[in-house]
């Protein structure tokens, strides 16, 4: 596909109009804190909207781990017993999806929905709810661009861990559903030399690694 140039690049802070691919469109972002990140500054979505030019709303859920995340998605009550009412998509372009810090994947592997025809009955486990999310909001509409995330590295003992098996996870999901995966980990610029200057407590971002996580989101949401 042939990118339509449409001006030069503005400046930092205001949309970039250089392609006109998602200009106009409207984006959905879900995750965690990292996607919430209460005030616009900390906000990669935010960021993200602006250079890309869309509405966007942002889903994201301080705390969500893979259940709660399924739960906004396709609504229900999550296990930490908050109740969602599922997003309407009718009428939505693109969609971003970040998972992974909180709870981990654990024994999920992508045999847990094997043979298992109706998505509604995949299992509450990693690759069962991000399955399950992805076959959800296709079946709302099927011209939804969605776009697979991984968590961003963390000096969080435990966040170390799940990010990598995160990491492998989605690209996995991302594998079996063609869609495209922006590797956060290792593609950020964040990393364990550099991340206490990017963050506020070694995991969420300040305005700085939030405008550096924008960049690299929104650069390759323009490739794909």
Do not use: W
């Not at 205001?14 to 106009?24: H, L, N, R, V």
């Amino acid at each position: 596909m042939t990118l339509k140039k449409t001006s030069t690049p503005s400046s930092s802070g205001t949309p970039d109009t250089t392609y006109s691919k998602y200009i106009g469109k409207k984006l959905y972002c879900f995750g965690d804190s990292i996607t919430q990140s209460v005030g616009a500054t900390n906000n990669y979505p935010t960021y993200v909207a602006t250079k890309l030019n869309v509405t966007m709303t942002n889903f994201g859920s301080s705390g969500a781990d893979n259940n709660r995340l399924r739960c906004i998605v396709c609504g229900g009550t999550s296990s930490g017993g908050l109740t969602f009412t599922a997003p309407d998509f009718s009428n939505i372009d693109i969609v971003t999806l970040t998972i992974g810090h909180n709870g981990g994947v654990g024994s999920s592997t992508i045999n847990d929905i094997s043979g298992i025809t109706d998505f509604n009955l995949y299992p509450d486990t990693f690759y069962g709810n991000v399955c399950r999310s992805i076959e959800y909001i296709l079946n709302q509409n099927q011209n939804i661009r969605i776009y697979l995330l991984t968590p961003i590295q963390s000096l969080n003992s435990t966040y170390i861990t799940s990010t990598a098996a995160a990491t492998t996870a989605i690209k996995v999901i991302g594998s079996k559903y063609a869609l495209p995966v922006i590797d956060l980990q290792n593609t950020s610029g964040l990393h364990f030399r550099n991340i206490s200057l990017f963050t506020s407590d070694g995991t969420h971002p300040n305005p700085s690694g939030a405008q550096r996580i924008a960049e690299v989101v929104y650069r390759q949401m323009l490739s794909y």
